[in-house]
């Protein structure tokens, strides 16, 4: 039986209960963060804690956690789902809490829910060869604030429904002035002339961890140099090379595009490289 956090408690899955009047369930009112654990190992905890007090002051929600006592909680977490796999994330969500009544003005004195589970996953990069995937490309109909890790996730389900009935990886937006801003649940990167580019951080996009590692491990081998510049569609369809990044996913290399084969219709050299730098770096041995 899996063992949930909720509230200062651990306790099991089908125990945990809360408040229908939750502003989390009401209005979706909240943020969250993923943390992978390999073999054990959280990969990059500290950024996607860091990246959990932006989403949280961004929405004037304070909460008593500070951020160095999350991992105890989350060894403790994962120990007790050990059952489960070596390979897990944590899924942290904390919202507003329950008021009184159904209200959009935020309520005085009421205290924040924090929530976690653990999910097993099957990592993406486990050996050297990946048989890549496939995406397609749709318009971004989100909100301004995609920079905030929100739990309203309606404007992301919509492009990930549309990406399992087209049977592809993923779905790629496409905003109203034509620029790429990332897929329905990963960061976009394209590899042309042996160049790494990805859209620059803005409130259009989450600032992935896993890109920002991406960039990072790119940087300090200096083989291929990286761009955080503006794509176009036309970027898209020019590329020798596309990769969706995220956490869960790691780094997948896109060989489709609108049923069209990228460069080689396989997994490119960069990504070949790329995809070995990270892994030493993930499992510690670099």
């Known amino acids: 039986m899996a063992q949930v956090y909720l509230n200062g408690e651990f306790l099991p899955v089908e125990n945990a209960k809360i408040s229908v009047l939750d502003r989390g369930f009401l209005f979706g009112d909240g943020v969250y963060e993923v943390v992978p654990f390999f073999d054990g190992r959280p990969l990059r905890q500290k950024e996607h804690i860091d990246r959990l007090y932006r989403s949280l002051e961004s929405i004037n929600l304070k909460i008593e956690q500070k951020p160095e006592e999350w991992d105890g909680l ?46 097993p996953f099957t990592p993406g990069i486990r050996v050297q060869q990946h048989p890549g995937g496939k995406a397609i490309t749709v318009a971004d109909q989100r909100w301004q604030r995609c920079d905030i890790k929100s739990i309203s996730l309606l404007g992301n389900l919509i492009p990930h429904h549309r990406a399992q009935e087209a049977g592809v990886t993923e779905a790629i937006q496409i905003d109203e002035s034509g620029r790429v801003t990332e897929g329905a649940s990963s960061n976009v990167f394209v590899i042309r002339d042996g160049r790494i580019i990805t859209p620059p951080l803005s409130e259009r996009i989450l600032g992935g961890v896993t890109r920002a590692l991406v960039l990072q491990l790119a940087a300090n081998d200096s083989r291929y140099v990286c761009e955080e510049r503006e794509l176009s569609a036309d970027d898209l369809q020019q590329a020798d090379e596309i990769w969706i990044t995220s956490s869960s996913r790691e780094i997948v290399p896109i060989i489709e595009l609108d049923g069209v084969a990228v460069g080689g219709g396989e997994p490119g050299p960069v990504w070949q490289y790329m995809a070995g730098l990270y892994r030493s770096y993930r499992d510690g041995t670099s």
Do not use: C, W
């Not at 059952?83 to 924040?112: C, F, M, W």
């Open 74 to 119: 989350f060894q403790t977490l994962y120990a007790l789902n050990k059952d489960d796999g070596d390979n897990q994330s944590i899924y942290l969500q904390i919202t507003r809490g329950a008021g009184k009544e159904r209200s959009h003005n935020y309520p005085d004195g009421v205290k924040p829910t924090v929530f976690a589970m653990t999910m």
